[in-house]
Each structure stands twice: as structure tokens, then as C-alpha cells.
């Protein structure tokens, strides 16, 4: 069975857990219509008949011992009421007649509660949701690429993914300036890298201390802020922040993720960092040691920087490329399709010519520069975007500054610095005609896309993974149950009485179990770097905003021809949703009380 026609199937079971009604609370009302969605209820005091009856049968009898309604002639010719829009089913209108004896709310709730829960589990079989593909390219904006003729790329984590032994080097190396450079205790040593602690897109609290995940909302989730290795109870991080989870905005990230008070880790790179900081808080918290955030924060940050400025990566790299590259005969590959498809290329990138030479060599060979027609190094990216002030310089032989004034781009050339706007002017590409590649999405490519109008995709390596764990049986299970109880709770919210009231919180308790144990599939101290809960990430938000396409890494384009068009799916609004599949598969009826407001009407 299709995980759509599962979904309908929930639909249909939500509707009718929405709709039956105990026959110990038919005749409560509230502001004069049914909870639940019947007829309204016949009077005691007048003993009138409702004025809409439905149709029973010769054995049917109403509670009260009375003879249900039958169908007359003009009954059965008299044609459906359509409810909805055109081309939406409406929901039919139903009488619920029974001798049944009365069932108390809390039987009546759990046994909604038992249908509900086994038709999940009978819909869902084993694979259900292992339906995607890590190769697959996302849209959130539409692409055409017979449209595009230039394609441009950045060089680390684009067009050379690294191993995650490389992070365990920057680690044990910004540990040891911190120690020696800094004068940190000896015993910080004593902290081994920890490769799944942090995860992309978190914000550190500078003041604070905290690390933590926020969403899209500027909302912080609960049981995702950690004080160095250990979390911190949900109570303290509400006194932290006024009494709420909410990080305002004169407060957060600056547009390129640094803010005065708080810091968006946005690339790859930054993953090391937040662990060491993690780190150092850890030791002084739990020796008792008196110390100034702000101050860690800087060190820690400085330390980060010497381990690049001082050319310890590059030089790591360049000993041991099969090591530390991933994948270099997929770059190989991408590059040769597109140059044979006709396509021009460019590279822009922060790092040195030798560095990325050495690797270009590694992944294609010694005549990588003949793919593209515009080399640019140690661009100093996003300045690179905002300002026109650094002219390119061009590089001779031997990777030394020359002093003449650039007035064309050659092919094969090596060119540092410079800007944009001398970029277009002396290429004129502009517009949707150029596609460029990026894993940052700041210093990538927020710039491109908002001011030049340049086609942008995100390289995204945490997709591989996070796909694996989506397309499990477990994790569809748990989602698709998730999402089906709090369809339940929303459709049946109107019992409010005692006994109702300590079922939902049963309910509400099961269903912050259920998010915990989905968001430890991903990461256990932050889950996804894509959801919080219900909501998008800050970083998802900002991964829809500044990319139209993304994808795990640069080899998913070998899975499509040039001149393919990625189509981004309609997803709901919420406005939208009862009319969607999405909210089909969710369970959520957004309108619980259609057919008693059509009474009204």
C-alpha cells in the first residue's frame, strides 16, 4: 500500500473518530451545535424532531426507544449536499443511532485512541517510506538547466568533499593553542574529539555560554541547549531567556551569522569549533572554576582561525589527499559532462592556489585548469560579493602577485582577490544563466542569489545520512503515529472534562515521547539540522531562502541531463492543507467543526 493511500485512510479514520459521539455525551452542547458533529440534538423539553433526520432501517431505534426516521420518496430523490470546494469531497453527514450501553469518556477516548493506533500500524508495512534516494537534488525554486550556460563552483566541501578525520585534526590542533598559545589548563588535553556531538546551523549564546538549536520562528527547542557536555534542564534555559524560548531578533545572528550577542554556525568547518567550546565550558564547569564566556568564546575562536591561517589544513591535506578526499573521481566525472555538454565554468574560493591545485590534480589531473575558463583564489568570500574596493591580481608561474591591471580573464590563469562587480563586467554573466555551487550558505551564496539574481545550489553532505535515518521502518513508524495522535488530539479537543483532561495528558505525554525518540534518530543532544519538531530549522529556513536547488554532494548532477528542470513540490500552506496529501498523511483536519458550522450557514 502507497504511503497515499495510507494517508487517505487516516484521513478517513480521524474524520470518524472526529465525528462518533459517546452515547453518555450526545446531548452535550456547546454555543447550541453538537461536539461532535451530528444533528443537533432533539429537544426534551419541547420533544420536537430534529429538521435533519437520516435514514435508518426498520430495526433501527433511537436511544430514547423511538423509531429512527425513514427515508421517504422525496427523501431519496431529494440529490447529495456537496460540501467543499468543487472537486473536493465533501464530508457526509451522519446520524448516530445505537442501544449500545453508555461508555464513560475515558473509554470512549482510549478506544478511539486503539482504532487509531492499529490502523497506523496496518497501513504502514515494512519499507513504507524507503523511498528516498541520497542522489536525489531538492528544489525549492524551479530550474531549468537548458537555461544555464555557466556553472560555477567553491572549492572545499564542494568540489572536494573531506573525511571526517579532518575535523579530529583542526580538534586536537586548536585544543593544543589553547593550552599552549593561551595558557588554558593542561587537563582541557584530557577531552578527546567527540565526531557526533554538534551538528551544522546551531547558535552559541556568546554571554551565555549555550548552545542550542533554534528555529525558524526564532524559537528555541526544548532539550537541545547544552552548557559545555551536558544538557540544561528546560526550567533554566526559560529563566536564561525572560520566562520564554524565544531569541529576538536584535538579539540573533547578524544576516551573515554573527551577532553581537549570538553566533549561527553555518559550515562544515564549524563543527570542531563548537566542540571544543562544548569542551573547554565543560572543564570549568565541572571543576568550579570561575571563568568569562565571552572571553572562551574569542580564544576558542582565535584558536579555530590559527589552525587555517597558519596553513595546518592545507598542509594535512596536501600529505595525505586519499586520506582526507572524498569521492574525487565524481568531480572528475561532473566536469567533464558539462564541458562536453558546451557549458563554461568558473571557481571562486577563500583558499591558497596550492592548496587547491594540489587537489585539483589529486580528483581530475595536472590539466585540471583547461575545464574552467575563470580560476579565482583566496577570494575572500562573502567580501567578495558586497564590496568593488580589490582589484584581481594574477599569478604567475610560480604562484607569486603580478603587478599589471586586469583587463580580460584568461583560460588556464590563476587570478586572486578581486570583486564581483569588476566579475560581471568583465564576463557578463549575469542572471538565471548562471548556476553557482557553494556549502555555505552566507558566504556562498545569500549574495548571489538576493542581489545579482545568480541561480545558487547548496551542497548539503548531511543529507546522505539524514535520508538513511528518514527511509527506516522505525523512524516512519514513529513519524506516521506522531502525527496521527496529534490529528486525534486536535479532532477531539472539545472533551473537557475531568476524565478527558487526564487522557490528553497521557496523550500529550506519549506525544513529547515520540519527538524525542524521532529527533535521537538524527542526533541525540539536537536531532536534524532540517526540523525542530514540527518546525524548520533556522538553518532550513535559511537553506529554502538562499538556495533554489540542494543536494548531498556535487555527484547528484551526474543522475540528471543538462537539460533537465527541477520542479519544487507544492507544499501546503496551512490555509491550504485540508485540500493536501500532506495533511492527509499527518491527520490533521484543520476544520474540525465543518459540519456544524454548515448549520450555521
Not at 76 to 81: A, D, I, L
Amino acid at each position: 500500500m502507497s504511503l497515499r493511500t495510507a494517508g487517505s485512510a487516516l484521513s478517513r479514520a480521524l474524520l470518524t473518530s472526529g465525528s462518533r459521539t459517546p452515547p453518555a455525551t450526545r446531548a452535550t452542547k456547546i454555543s447550541g451545535l453538537s461536539t461532535t458533529g451530528g444533528a443537533p440534538e432533539e429537544s426534551k423539553q419541547g420533544g420536537g424532531k430534529t429538521k435533519e433526520q437520516s435514514c435508518a432501517s426498520d430495526a433501527d431505534v433511537l436511544p430514547s426507544g423511538e423509531p429512527a426516521h425513514r427515508c421517504t420518496k422525496a427523501d431519496k430523490k431529494r440529490g447529495k449536499e456537496p460540501v467543499g470546494a468543487h472537486g473536493v469531497g465533501g464530508v457526509r453527514r451522519r446520524s448516530y443511532t445505537s442501544n449500545a450501553a453508555p461508555v464513560d469518556q475515558r473509554s470512549y477516548l482510549w478506544a478511539r485512541y486503539s482504532d487509531l493506533k492499529r490502523l497506523v500500524h496496518d497501513l504502514i508495512p515494512p519499507g513504507a517510506c524507503n523511498l528516498l534516494n541520497s542522489s536525489t537534488i531538492y528544489a525549492n525554486n524551479e530550474v531549468n538547466l537548458a537555461e544555464v550556460d555557466i556553472y560555477g563552483f567553491d572549492y572545499d566541501y564542494t568540489l572536494a568533499l573531506y573525511s571526517n578525520a579532518l575535523n579530529t585534526m583542526i580538534y586536537n590542533t586548536a585544543r593544543s593553542f589553547l593550552i599552549e598559545h593561551f595558557k588554558y589548563p593542561e587537563e582541557i588535553s584530557k577531552y578527546d574529539y567527540i565526531p557526533n556531538f554538534a551538528a551544522r546551523g546551531l547558535h552559541y549564546d556568546i554571554q551565555k555560554g549555550l548552545l542550542m538549536k533554534i528555529d525558524a520562528f526564532h524559537y528555541i527547542q526544548p532539550g537541545t541547549v547544552y552548557r559545555g557536555l551536558s544538557p540544561v534542564p528546560d526550567e533554566e534555559v526559560l529563566e536564561f531567556f525572560g520566562g520564554t524560548y524565544h531569541v529576538p531578533l536584535q538579539q540573533d545572528s547578524g544576516f551573515y551569522g554573527k551577532g553581537p550577542k549570538v553566533k549561527q554556525f553555518m559550515d562544515i568547518f564549524s563543527i570542531p569549533e563548537m566542540t571544543l567550546l562544548a569542551v573547554a565550558n565543560d572543564f570549568f564547569i565541572t571543576n568550579d572554576i570561575e571563568y568569562d564566556p565571552v572571553h572562551l568564546f574569542k580564544d576558542v575562536s582565535e584558536a579555530i582561525g590559527m589552525v587555517h591561517l597558519k596553513g595546518y589544513m592545507y598542509k594535512w591535506v596536501m600529505q595525505d589527499l586519499d586520506k582526507f578526499i572524498l569521492r574525487g573521481d565524481e568531480t572528475e566525472a561532473v566536469l567533464n559532462r558539462l564541458v562536453n555538454q558546451g557549458k563554461k565554468l568558473f571557481l571562486i574560493t577563500n583558499s591558497p592556489f596550492s592548496f587547491v591545485d594540489k587537489g585539483m590534480i589529486h580528483m581530475v589531473g595536472k590539466n585540471w585548469r583547461d575545464f574552467f575558463d575563470v580560476i579565482i583564489v583566496g577570494a575572500d568570500k562573502p567580501h567578495f560579493f558586497t564590496d568593488c574596493i580589490k582589484p584581481f591580481r594574477l599569478l604567475d608561474g610560480n604562484g607569486d602577485l603580478r603587478w599589471e591591471k586586469i583587463k580580460n580573464f584568461e583560460k588556464g590563469k590563476i587570478y586572486k582577490q578581486g570583486n564581483l562587480f569588476d566579475f560581471l563586467r568583465l564576463t557578463g554573466w549575469r542572471g538565471s544563466k548562471v548556476l553557482y555551487f557553494g556549502d555555505h550558505l552566507y558566504s556562498d551564496l545569500a549574495d548571489l542569489m538576493l542581489r545579482h539574481g545568480w541561480r545558487t545550489a547548496a551542497i548539503v553532505p548531511e543529507l546522505e545520512q539524514e535520508t538513511k535515518v528518514v527511509s527506516t521502518d522505525r523512524y516512519a513508524l514513529n513519524l506516521t503515529w506522531l502525527q496521527a495522535l496529534t490529528g486525534l488530539m486536535e479532532r477531539l479537543q472539545t472533551h473537557r472534562d475531568q476524565d478527558s483532561k487526564q487522557v490528553f495528558q497521557e496523550w500529550q505525554k506519549e506525544r513529547e515521547e515520540l519527538r524525542v525518540m524521532t529527533k535521537n534518530l538524527f542526533n541525540p543532544q539536537f536531532g536534524s539540522i532540517f526540523r525542530t519538531c514540527h518546525n524548520p530549522t533556522y538553518f532550513s529556513r535559511r537553506l529554502c531562502r538562499f538556495s533554489d536547488i540542494y543536494m548531498a554532494s556535487l555527484s547528484c548532477l551526474l543522475n540528471y541531463d543538462v537539460l533537465h528542470t527541477f520542479f519544487p513540490r507544492r507544499t501546503p500552506l496551512q490555509h491550504e492543507a485540508p485540500l493536501w496529501m500532506d495533511q492527509l498523511c499527518t491527520g490533521c483536519i484543520k476544520t474540525p467543526f465543518l459540519e456544524e458550522m454548515s448549520h450555521i450557514r
